[in-house]
């Protein structure tokens, strides 16, 4: 890899330096002044969308003229001229008075408030304590059972839920 940067960078060197021949880009043929014509035209009346140009050349001096029709309806025309003593020069010239549309009436809405409130709801569930007890008479022989009681209680339980309103204002 460095050999192959040494032996580039010394054919450089010695193109450089003019050790090696060197070949210069001759044209075939000499340079001719420009010399050319051309010109277009649309006319759209789904767009409207109307232009055209045209324009001709003969060496430095240049000759031509466009027209096309504004968005308010008002033609402009340009006829214009360019060489190396006088520059570019232009005559602007209108046809036509300009019509401008209606302006779009605007409808305005009075903004809406949604609000959405739900009322606090409590949810309780008590269950009362319940006591069982069970006792057995004398027989024969004699057994007493202690009352057994059981109870349930249950806390209150309160769920609340609350929604702030809610206003939305649209445009």
Do not use: C, W
């Not at 420009?34 to 767009?47: I, L, M, P």
């Not at 060496?59 to 360019?82: E, K, W």
């Not at 024969?140 to 249950?154: I, N, S, T």
């Amino acid at each position: 890899m460095v050999a192959k940067f040494v032996i580039i960078l010394s054919l450089a060197a010695a193109a450089y330096a003019g050790l090696l021949p060197v070949s210069k880009v001759v044209y075939a043929e000499p340079e001719a002044p420009a010399h050319y014509e051309f010109s277009y035209s649309v006319h759209d009346d789904h767009s409207g969308d109307v232009k055209q140009q045209q324009e001709s050349r003969e060496g430095d001096v240049v000759h031509g003229s466009y027209s096309l029709v504004q968005p308010d309806g008002v033609h402009r025309f340009v006829d214009y001229t360019s060489d190396k003593v006088n520059g570019f020069n232009a005559n602007v010239r209108y046809e036509g008075t300009p019509v401008y549309p209606e302006p779009a009436k605007v409808a305005y809405a009075a903004p809406v408030a949604k609000l959405a409130y739900a009322a606090p709801v409590a949810k309780v569930a008590y269950a009362a304590p319940v006591a069982k007890l069970a006792y057995a008479a004398p027989v024969a022989k004699v057994a007493y059972a202690a009352p057994v009681a059981k109870l349930a209680y249950a806390a209150p339980l309160a769920q609340v839920s609350y929604s702030s309103p809610v206003i939305s204002y649209h445009h």
